[in-house]
């Protein structure tokens, strides 16, 4: 049937004859160009809306701005895809293409149709929902990417079906042409006409737009019911865009539905037929209207350059995601799509990194082993374990090396030695020499540091002693050291240090009288050299203090305790027997960092052992093999009945549990690798050795000593590497988080930078330093004198999670003042400010767009001095940030309104004890922002 039309003069038999009984051809013609300029014009603006949205970063990474490339694309197929139609008729004189023609067309129109007003529905949903969510005093939080691609998919799918149905052959509504203007899906008899109005026309336009209306109203008496009347002019702005939006939906696709296929009139369906047109070109306009879009566009025009295309964008706060950019977003930022599992840059997984790093990369040393994240951080996932951030980074193999590699006498891996001069060098101050320019591909060798290896083995007052494997498992107790199993190490050793708590404390005695430990750590190191057939038996060698270090010369005993260090150096493995107690087992069972494990973690001694092997696996770019043992029961046998029997002599003793009458035996224990979803060596403050569990409170001091010690070696180390690649590659971030650095790695880090400010200032965009051990000396150091550097470009500080204290707020008020260059973004999230909160806010004046003062114990005494500061009582104290971060703290509901009423500022006051309507309106400037 498509384009079976009756020719102009035919006097139609009935309603269905009438509406494709052709229009004179003279009308037709004119009616056809008129279409064509509409049409060729609404689809030019709806590209210009896309192609600006997707060119400018701060564009796209907004989930409503991904909303309006979605609305707009439909509109640019149908409003495109028609201009070419109609001028192809109008430079024909009459119908071009006959039946194939008017399927396609009828195809492509109804997907215009259904997809647009679909997606209005989703928009419409997601501006009730930010209504609705201050309304209810949570804060809004926008769609991740993958959620707003998720709903546009999912709209095009149904547009599809619904603009294939009509072509299916055997179904009962076919496509033909309109008075001769345009092919659409018509009835021509009752079965149709059925299938028009039961099926067609609901799902097209009926469903829709009632689901429109009703967002539109509910969304208006929530607004009502909040009282936006009497906010400012930028609040509610928030919605007005999209309103308009959804009102010209209303206004354009209603009216035009009911001419094209309801009206009986030729005049009628050229009325619709141009108002459907016109919705395109008038929604392109209101898109243009939106602030962002029209400031970008205005920049185009006027040759304005933008500094979004090129600036770092921040790392927002976990607790703030109405202002964040979300992972996939910042995965879809670049060309170059990377990996969603790390990779190891270094070639220790076998998988090595083709081709040079992108300029585009940013060089990340996050909670662990260095590694690369694209440039407009996610960092968020360092802290929550997703692996959805795309980063280089380091991993570890899962076994022992099946081979062996040949080792210099400091024990470095060849041929990595250039690479190793260059990182000596680095600490010794000539980090930036010509010579130590590097190429890229170097980094595909392992990268071992041999002067802090140095450094670390010179620690060792008395040679370590090993015991063969073979001779520990058959020994059939843990051996003492006056059994003389005990050897001399060896560079060709892999050596298994045993980290552990004496058992039987009573008795002061390592294992329990049944000997289950010593059963536990055979089965643990079975199950070890399991993983690995190729490892041949005489390589593997264990260290466990107990046999390693003389128990009967005192002297002896205490050079062993100082020499802990080195002995650490040189393991390859670490594994700790889990106690085969109900406590013990139930935190291992959801451990993934070895200070989680019950009867272990809590213990200085243990957490130092712990603490200097994750440490010096990190400085030494050693892989990550920190490995637990212990019951953890899976399957079948945790359903069992008497739970109680797993803890009994016969399973604690041989690791396995009988059922059916013994028939069937199942293993109960598991090895289970710790520590890698940290990244290596990441320990808050509370988790260092030094805040651990004593029998003997003198050993504090020692504890303290070589934690000291080894914490300066690691944070030099991954400060010099870090800056070493940042030298040899083109990152445009620094990424230091959870690295233990103190106000002294402060001056370091600038005295490094120093030697090389032409080099790397101008390049580098964002310092981030969250979760180390920062004071107000250390942070106000790296702010006033990065500012002052030759070159100095960094747009975005990042101290969150420090140790930032009001007593020190005073010189980082006069640091912030001090600065040469403005900083866009400055987060100083979960730290003490306090009452030092207000002074960071008067010195903030050259913060130009965000200032992040989240969870830091500011109270209504805090906040009443904050608000001195916005309302310029102060003199000489003014802050300019744009955005102004106070949420998790204690801010009751007078201070809450004092801070919302003495500045125009965006004020986050989400989890705050303020009653709904304080919340909504400091909601209502978010939403503002964000869209």
């Given at each position: 049937m498509p384009y079976n039309t009756f020719p102009w003069g035919t006097v139609p038999a009935d309603s269905w004859a009438a509406k494709v009984t052709r229009m004179h051809p003279d009308t037709l013609r004119v009616a056809w160009l008129v279409w064509a300029i509409i049409a060729g014009t609404a689809a030019c603006a709806n590209t210009i809306i896309i192609a600006v949205i997707l060119r400018f970063k701060s564009l796209r990474s907004k989930h409503f701005n991904k909303f309006i490339v979605g609305l707009a694309f439909p509109d640019l197929v149908f409003s495109g895809a028609c201009a070419v139609s109609y001028s192809l008729h109008r430079y024909r004189g009459e119908w071009f293409g006959g039946s194939a023609h008017c399927d396609v067309q009828g195809f492509y129109v109804t997907f215009g149709f259904a997809a647009s007003i679909w997606m209005n529905v989703i928009i419409s949903r997601e501006i009730h929902s930010m209504a609705h969510t201050a309304s209810t005093s949570i804060s809004y939080a926008p769609l991740k990417t993958k959620a707003v691609m998720l709903r546009i998919a999912s709209v095009y799918c149904i547009s599809l079906g619904l603009a294939a149905f009509h072509t299916i052959p055997g179904m009962p509504l076919r496509s033909n042409a309109d008075y001769g203007l345009a092919c659409l899906p018509l009835q021509h008899d009752e079965a149709s006409s059925v299938a028009f109005w039961v099926v067609f026309a609901p799902i097209l336009l009926l469903i829709p737009l009632l689901l429109v209306f009703w967002h539109i109203c509910s969304t208006y008496l929530i607004v009502r019911k909040l009282g936006m009347e009497r906010y400012d002019q930028d609040t509610k702005a928030v919605f007005a865009v999209f309103i308009r939006l959804l009102i010209a939906l209303l206004v354009f696709w209603g009216p035009a539905g009911i001419l094209i296929w309801i009206a009986e009139s030729p005049s009628m369906g050229f009325a619709g037929g141009t108002v459907s047109h016109l919705q395109a070109l008038v929604s392109a306009i209101i898109y243009s209207q939106k602030s962002d879009i029209h400031q970008e566009m205005r920049s185009l025009v006027c040759h304005k350059p933008n500094q979004d295309l090129d600036s770092e964008e921040s790392k927002p706060s976990r607790s703030h995601d109405w202002e964040s950019e979300s992972d996939d977003d910042v995965a879809g930022n670049e060309a170059m799509r990377w990996p969603e599992e790390p990779i190891d840059i270094f070639g220790m997984t076998g998988d090595s990194v083709e081709g040079q790093f992108p300029a585009t990369q940013s060089f990340v040393l996050a909670g662990g082993a260095a590694g690369l994240t694209q440039d407009g951080d996610c960092s968020n996932d360092i802290f929550d374990g997703s692996n959805r951030m795309c980063r280089f980074n380091m991993i570890q193999p899962d076994a022992f090396p099946s081979e062996r590699s040949v080792r210099t006498e400091t024990g470095m891996d060849q041929p990595a030695a250039d690479w190793a001069r260059c990182v000596s060098d680095a600490t010794e101050g000539s980090l930036f020499a010509d010579s130590c320019a590097l190429p890229c591909d170097l980094f595909q060798g392992r990268s071992d540091d041999p002067s802090s290896r140095s450094r670390l083995l010179a620690r060792e007052r008395t040679p370590m002693k090993v015991v063969p494997l073979d001779a520990f498992l058959s020994h059939g107790k843990l051996p003492h050291s006056r059994d003389r199993l005990q050897r001399d190490a060896e560079l060709a050793d892999c050596v298994v240090f045993v980290s552990h708590r004496w058992w039987n404390v009573a008795s002061n005695e390592p294992d329990t009288p049944e000997g289950h430990k010593y059963g536990l750590l055979c089965r643990a190191l079975v199950a070890l050299k399991r993983q690995v057939p190729n490892q041949r038996l005489d390589d593997v060698v264990i260290w466990i203090d107990y046999a390693c270090i003389d128990q009967d010369d005192p002297m002896e005993r205490d050079l062993g305790i100082s020499s802990l260090v080195s002995y650490v150096a040189r393991s390859d493995f670490l594994v700790i027997p889990v106690n085969p107690i109900p406590e013990a087992v139930s935190a291992f069972k959801n451990a993934s960092h070895p200070i989680d494990l019950v009867d272990y973690g809590e213990r200085a001694w243990c957490r130092l052992e712990v603490y200097v092997f994750l440490c010096v696996a990190e400085i030494l770019q050693k892989p990550l093999h920190c490995y637990a043992y212990g019951l953890m029961p899976s399957g079948m046998v945790q359903n069992c009945t008497c739970t109680a029997d797993l803890f009994s002599a016969s399973v604690v003793s041989t690791g396995h549990r009988s059922v059916a009458c013994g028939l069937l035996r199942f293993s109960v224990e598991?090895?289970?690798?710790?520590?890698?979803?940290?990244?290596?060596?990441?320990?808050?403050?509370?988790?260092?050795?030094?805040?651990?569990?004593?029998?003997?409170?003198?050993?504090?001091?020692?504890?303290?000593?070589?934690?000291?010690?080894?914490?300066?070696?690691?944070?030099?180390?991954?400060?010099?590497?870090?800056?070493?690649?940042?030298?040899?590659?083109?990152?445009?971030?620094?990424?230091?988080?959870?690295?233990?650095?103190?106000?002294?790695?402060?001056?370091?880090?600038?005295?490094?930078?120093?030697?090389?400010?032409?080099?790397?200032?101008?390049?580098?965009?964002?310092?981030?330093?969250?979760?180390?051990?920062?004071?107000?000396?250390?942070?106000?150091?790296?702010?006033?004198?990065?500012?002052?550097?030759?070159?100095?470009?960094?747009?975005?500080?990042?101290?969150?999670?420090?140790?930032?204290?009001?007593?020190?707020?005073?010189?980082?008020?006069?640091?912030?003042?001090?600065?040469?260059?403005?900083?866009?973004?400055?987060?100083?999230?979960?730290?003490?400010?306090?009452?030092?909160?207000?002074?960071?806010?008067?010195?903030?004046?050259?913060?130009?767009?965000?200032?992040?003062?989240?969870?830091?114990?500011?109270?209504?005494?805090?906040?009443?001095?904050?608000?001195?500061?916005?309302?310029?009582?102060?003199?000489?104290?003014?802050?300019?940030?744009?955005?102004?971060?106070?949420?998790?703290?204690?801010?009751?509901?007078?201070?809450?309104?004092?801070?919302?009423?003495?500045?125009?500022?965006?004020?986050?006051?989400?989890?705050?004890?303020?009653?709904?309507?304080?919340?909504?309106?400091?909601?209502?400037?978010?939403?503002?922002?964000?869209?």
């Open positions: 598991r090895l289970q690798r710790l520590g890698v979803q940290q990244n290596s060596a990441m320990f808050s403050f509370e988790h260092l050795p030094t805040n651990g569990q004593l029998t003997h409170e003198a050993d504090r001091d020692l504890i303290s000593s070589v934690q000291q010690d080894v914490r300066q070696d690691y944070g030099r180390a991954v400060l010099g590497r870090a800056l070493l690649m940042m030298q040899c590659t083109q990152h445009r971030s620094l990424i230091l988080d959870a690295k233990q650095l103190t106000c002294d790695d402060a001056e370091y880090l600038i005295h490094c930078f120093q030697g090389t400010a032409k080099k790397l200032m101008p390049r580098i965009r964002k310092l981030s330093m969250c979760c180390n051990l920062l004071r107000c000396r250390g942070a106000a150091l790296l702010v006033r004198e990065l500012s002052i550097l030759p070159g100095s470009s960094i747009l975005n500080m990042d101290f969150s999670d420090n140790f930032l204290e009001a007593a020190g707020a005073e010189e980082l008020q006069h640091a912030l003042n001090s600065m040469r260059r403005p900083l866009r973004k400055l987060h100083l999230a979960r730290n003490r400010l306090g009452e030092g909160a207000a002074k960071v806010v008067a010195g903030a004046c050259r913060v130009q767009k965000l200032l992040d003062l989240s969870d830091n114990q500011i109270g209504n005494r805090e906040a009443e001095l904050i608000v001195r500061v916005l309302a310029d009582e102060v003199p000489g104290a003014r802050s300019s940030a744009q955005i102004l971060m106070l949420a998790k703290n204690n801010i009751e509901s007078q201070a809450g309104q004092a801070l919302l009423a003495a500045s125009q500022v965006v004020i986050d006051l989400a989890q705050n004890p303020i009653p709904p309507a304080v919340f909504a309106e400091a909601a209502m400037r978010q939403a503002a922002a964000l869209v």
